[in-house]
């Protein structure tokens, strides 16, 4: 897990899923998809939204959109309540 953005109204944290451990010993059994997502909390809610597959790729999209143009505060946080929406899992361990 990489923690990718936390302020007083969300934290998005980048979750990849299949991730080999270190020290992991496990033989690969023959090709598997990287399965990762990002996780989207809104504090104000106290909900949360899990994207993966295409959501997850089109959410990579625009955080490399904002690598290359530095977007304000104002921007991430609009762009994270549009996500936000789709929030229906309440909070419980974070």
Do not use: C
Request: glycine content about 6%; overall charge negative; aromatic content about 8%.
């Amino acid at each position: 897990m990489h923690m990718l953005y936390d302020s007083d109204s969300f934290a998005v944290v980048h979750i990849l899923a299949n991730a080999p451990m270190d020290g992991d010993a496990r033989e690969a059994s023959g090709p598997q998809i990287p399965r990762h997502g990002f996780e989207i909390v809104d504090k104000r809610s106290g909900k949360e939204v899990y994207l993966d597959g295409s959501w997850a790729e089109m959410f990579q999209s625009q955080i490399q959109a904002w690598q290359q143009n530095t977007p304000s505060q104002e921007e991430v946080e609009d762009t994270l309540e549009g996500y936000a929406t789709l929030a229906q899992m309440p909070v419980v361990m974070h």
